[in-house]
Structures are given as structure tokens and as C-alpha cells.
């Protein structure tokens, strides 16, 4: 029998390692852990504001660091990444059967033939090419960027093809998936990644050796074995506040039981995971206890129970500094 977990052990574990207890220096191994695991950016600017949940001093413009880069990531979404790492990001997904690796090679042949040292939106890109969204397979060859501001198309260039095997890839990738989501699965690694679960199971198979079977509320489960002593470390104070944005890796991509283990409450389960643009999650003291939503300078937020004047005036802070392009301060709305 593998280690038991508790439901506040995982989450307390998940908010450590997410840094959002405490926020780190702005430092670029700081962003690098921040977007450990990737930080999708398919919202507008989702990407800088969980870089603020996490690291200290963050701007509008620091999505754009030196140190990050954007591309097609899992599930062919935008997302900001350690430029280092873009490779795990890119390469691991490449598809393993005969068919999947053919049709991304290929897309990305026609592309490079076409842009060459040019960088063309994705617009005029598939206009040329005549492909639609069919473009974005060429990212798993690792050698398609992009750069999407939120306003307009991304732009997209060819960059050198990784010397990196993308099974060295995908089990990098997995393991960044255990530290920053974990304990999971080989299947929920296959939904977030986007890759078959015929590889996910292979990769998680291939990691055996460095993996801990746990015991958790969800049942049988996979904690890297180096993560053990920090599910296992005392629980530190939570943050008073922190504003997620839509997409933010803390309640991404759950499902079911998944979801319930975050957020207990089916109605309040509701009001997060909408069947429309999710908003952002509003965790207070450790717990999500409602949502918010950004229109232009106004911050609306709407919580699920009653908040203390303390935990209020901490929330106000967060909105506050909101790390913005506003020519106006932000003003917080209270939705009852």
C-alpha cells in the first residue's frame, strides 16, 4: 500500500510547489519555476497575471521576459514557457504512431518551405499554405514559434529543430506534470499533455523507478519520489489572497472527481467551471471561496461565502495590483 493522502496534504503540496503561499523574487529562475509546468495564455494576458500570483514585482510586459517564450503547447493551446524548455513543451508531443509524426512533419515542411526566415500571422500564413487550424500540428516538431499580444493573430516564425529524443521529452514533461499537478495519472497526463494515452503509459512506465505510488482521495495515484518530503513538510501559512486567472494551473483542466477534490461544493463547482469563458478562481486563506472577472479597469469580484473585512481588504490589494496596461486605477466591485 503506497503512501495515504489527505485532501489538504495534496492541496497545501500543490500550493507549495505552485509558489502561491508566498510569492518569489523576480528572478528568471523564479519565472522558470513559475512556469514550471507551462502557463496557458489562450485568455489574453492569462499568462503574466499567474506570473503575479507567484512572483514578485511583475509587469504587463513580463510575459515578454527574455527568459520565456510562447508557442502551441498542450492541447494546441497558447502558452508561455521557460524558452529553455520549449522542446518539452513542443518535441514530447509529437506523435508516436506512423500517421500522427507524418502529417505534423509534413505540416511543418510545407510551413518552413513557405516563411523561410520570415515571420507572417497565422492568417496569412494558412492563406498561403492553404491550412487552417491544422498549422498548429507542425508545433510538435519543435520548430514552430509564436507571438500572440491578445489583440490581434500570432505571429509565427521557424526555429531549429530541438536535438532532443521526444520520449527524453515527454518523460521530462511528466515529470514536470507530477511535480506541479500531482499526484495524478497516466490518463490525466494524457488529457493535459494531449497526447495518446497508448504514450502517456508508456512514458509513466518508463519513470516507474522514480515515482511513489500514493493512496489519495481519488484512489490510486502517481507523486514523484523527490516530491515526498514535501507532500509529507508541515503546512505553511496560505497566502491571504490571490486572484487566478481563467486557465491558471492551480484548477485547469480538472474533471469530476478531480474538480470536487478542489472545489467540495457542487453549486460553487458550477459558478467556476462554466460552460461559457471560465473566470478567474479567487483563493483566499488556501481555499478558492469564489471567481472574478476583469472588465477594462473594473475587477468584479464575486465570493461564495462570507469574507472577513481582512480577507476583503486583501483581496482589494491583489486586484489592485494587478499587473495591467490601465490608464486608470482599478476599481473592485463586490457582486453579492
Known amino acids: ?27 528568471v529562475e523564479s519565472l522558470r519555476r ?11 494576458r492569462a499568462a503574466v497575471l499567474s506570473l503575479h500570483a507567484r512572483v514578485q514585482k511583475v509587469e504587463p510586459s513580463t510575459w515578454e521576459h527574455p527568459s520565456l ?7 494546441y493551446q497558447v502558452y508561455v514557457v521557460p524558452k ?13 504512431e506512423e500517421k500522427g509524426r507524418l502529417r505534423a ?16 500571422t497565422d492568417r496569412e500564413l494558412g492563406t498561403a499554405v492553404r491550412m487552417g487550424n491544422e498549422l498548429r500540428y507542425a508545433t510538435t516538431t519543435g520548430t514552430l514559434a509564436i507571438r500572440w499580444g491578445g489583440a490581434r493573430a500570432p505571429v509565427v516564425w521557424a526555429v531549429e529543430e530541438p536535438e532532443l529524443d521526444p520520449a527524453d521529452a515527454r518523460r521530462e514533461l511528466a515529470r514536470r506534470y507530477l511535480h506541479v499537478f500531482g499526484p495524478a495519472t497516466a490518463d490525466r497526463f494524457a488529457r493535459w499533455a494531449g497526447i495518446s ?3 502517456a503509459n508508456a512514458t509513466f512506465a518508463s519513470l516507474e523507478g522514480s515515482l511513489l505510488p500514493v493512496r489519495s482521495p481519488l484512489g490510486d495515484e ?56 471560465w473566470p478567474g478562481a479567487l483563493l483566499v486563506d488556501g481555499e478558492i471561496r469564489g471567481t472574478w472577472r476583469r472588465a477594462q479597469h473594473t475587477v468584479r469580484i ?34 453579492s
Open 1 to 27: 500500500m503506497g503512501l495515504k493522502l489527505t485532501r489538504r496534504q495534496i492541496l497545501a503540496f500543490r500550493r507549495r510547489v505552485g509558489a502561491l503561499d508566498a510569492r518569489l523574487p523576480n528572478t
Open 34 to 44: 513559475a512556469a514550471w509546468a507551462g502557463l496557458q495564455d489562450s485568455m489574453p
Open 69 to 75: 517564450a510562447q508557442l502551441w503547447g498542450p492541447r
Open 84 to 96: 529553455r524548455d520549449f522542446a518539452l513543451f513542443s518535441l514530447a508531443r509529437l506523435p508516436e
Open 105 to 120: 512533419q509534413r505540416t511543418a515542411e510545407r510551413i518552413h518551405a513557405h516563411l523561410r526566415d520570415r515571420q507572417m
Open 197 to 199: 494515452q497508448r504514450s
Open 222 to 277: 502517481w507523486l514523484l519520489a523527490g516530491d515526498e518530503p514535501a507532500i509529507r513538510a508541515s503546512e505553511t501559512a496560505a497566502a491571504p489572497a490571490r486572484l487566478l486567472p481563467s486557465g491558471d494551473p492551480y484548477f485547469l483542466l480538472l474533471q469530476g472527481a478531480e474538480r470536487e477534490l478542489l472545489v467540495p461544493r457542487e453549486n460553487q463547482r458550477q459558478r467556476l467551471w462554466t460552460s461559457r469563458v
Open 302 to 335: 464575486e465570493p461564495w461565502t462570507r469574507l472577513s473585512s481582512g480577507a476583503r481588504e486583501a483581496v482589494e490589494a491583489e486586484a489592485r495590483a494587478l499587473p495591467l496596461p490601465l490608464d486608470r486605477p482599478i476599481e473592485v466591485v463586490w457582486e
